[in-house]
């Protein structure tokens, strides 16, 4: 993951979460960008998921979804591609389940998805 676009740091999310805006400059994207979710646990009963998305805003402060992720209920690394009109992204995710919790970190992959550098 690009540590510089680094939408939510690792650590569990438990509940609804919302994460921080990044500002991620003028003019929206020139290409499509990556986003990854790399989700390492998940515990809880009931069948816990996330509904995992990523949000663009013009102005930091009235939010769109760009994309959404596929419900996740498990461990691994899950990837969207999007590009956006606007300037600042933020992760936004709810949980289902009995004490749900997902240990996962969220941002743009470098290159996109290639892995062999």
Known sequence: MDKNLVLKASGAVT?????????FGQGGDL???????????VTGTGNPAMAAEIQDSADGSTWHTLV??????????FYRSAK?????????ATVTGTSPSFTCSVGVAPAGRYQKF
Do not use: C, M, W
């Not at 509940?15 to 500002?23: E, L």
């Open 15 to 23: 509940s609804t979460t919302t994460g921080s805006s990044i500002d």
């Open 68 to 77: 959404e992720f596929p419900s996740i209920t498990k461990a691994g690394s």
């Open 84 to 92: 956006s009109r606007f300037r600042y992204r933020r992760f936004y």
């Open 31 to 41: 290409i499509p960008l990556v986003y990854e979710i790399n989700v390492t646990a």
